[in-house]
Nanobody, 114 residues
C-alpha cells in the first residue's frame, strides 16, 4: 500500500517562504501525475499545483507566480516551493496523485501570520 508523507510546514510571516516535501512510498511514482492540495477549516480540499511525469506543471490561479512544484523521481519525492506567502495560504497541505487515488497522508500545517 502506498504511503504519502508530507513535511516542511510551519509558521511563517506574510511574505515569507516555505518548501514542502512529500515522499511517495510506491514503485510507480515516476509514472504518476502528482498534485499538491490544501484544505482550510470548513473548506473543501482543493488542488493548488500538479506536475506530470514529464514535468509539465499547472497551478491554481490563487498561487500562480508564487508557488513552484517540482519532482525528483529518484527520490520518489514531490516538492512545493511557496514564496510570497499570504495569510489566506494558511491550510493543511497534502500531496496525492492527480486522480486522488492514493490514501491521504497526515498533511503538513502551514500557517501564515499577517
Amino acid at each position: 500500500q502506498v504511503q504519502l508523507v508530507e513535511s516542511g510546514g510551519g509558521l511563517v510571516q506574510a511574505g515569507g517562504s516555505l518548501r514542502l516535501s512529500c515522499v511517495y512510498s510506491g514503485s510507480s511514482f515516476s509514472a504518476k501525475t502528482m498534485g499538491w492540495y490544501r484544505q482550510s477549516p470548513g473548506q473543501q480540499r482543493i488542488r493548488v499545483a500538479s506536475i506530470t511525469p514529464g514535468a509539465s506543471m499547472n497551478y491554481a490561479g490563487s498561487v500562480k507566480g508564487r508557488f513552484a512544484i517540482s519532482r525528483d523521481n529518484a527520490k520518489n519525492t514531490v516538492y512545493l516551493q511557496m514564496s510570497s506567502l499570504k495569510p489566506e495560504d494558511t491550510a493543511v497541505y497534502y500531496c496525492n496523485t492527480y486522480l486522488r487515488d492514493e490514501t491521504w497522508g497526515q498533511g503538513t500545517q502551514v500557517t501564515v501570520s499577517s
